[in-house]
């Protein structure tokens, strides 16, 4: 079982940044890692993913140019760099752990969530 644990979250207003932060309790270079929301009354979307070595990236169209996804394996840290945030950046956001880098990802494993809040 792999546990991953955000943090970061926070309220920040339109045009700010956060930087998010996930860490893991197992080996972590094994893994393809990712971010996901899921914003009050929609479903959970993806919104960027890595692979193991961290020389690929991918990200859902919205964030493309404002958010910026790294890993620090000897960390055990994957991050999510957030520039220009808009209100509808407003979500939980979830870390994930995937056996596959694919795109978009598909979580074998789920961080338990952390608040992202853009007021206008």
């Known amino acids: 079982q792999v546990q991953l644990v955000e943090s970061g979250g926070g309220l920040v207003q339109a045009g700010g940044s956060l930087r998010l932060s996930c860490t893991t309790s197992?080996?972590?270079?094994?893994?393809?890692m990712g971010w996901f929301r899921q914003a009050p009354g929609k479903e959970r979307e993806f919104v960027a993913a890595?692979?193991?070595?961290?020389?690929?990236?991918y990200y859902v169209d919205s964030v493309k140019g404002r958010f910026t996804i790294s890993r620090d394996n000897a960390k055990n840290t994957v991050y999510l760099q957030m520039n220009s945030l808009k209100p509808e950046d407003t979500a939980v956001y979830y870390c994930a752990a995937a056996y596959v880098f694919q795109t978009p990802l598909v979580a074998d494993y789920w961080g338990q969530g952390t608040q992202v809040t853009v007021s206008s």
């Open positions: 890595i692979n193991l070595s961290g020389d690929r990236t």
């Open positions: 197992r080996v972590f270079g094994t893994y393809a």
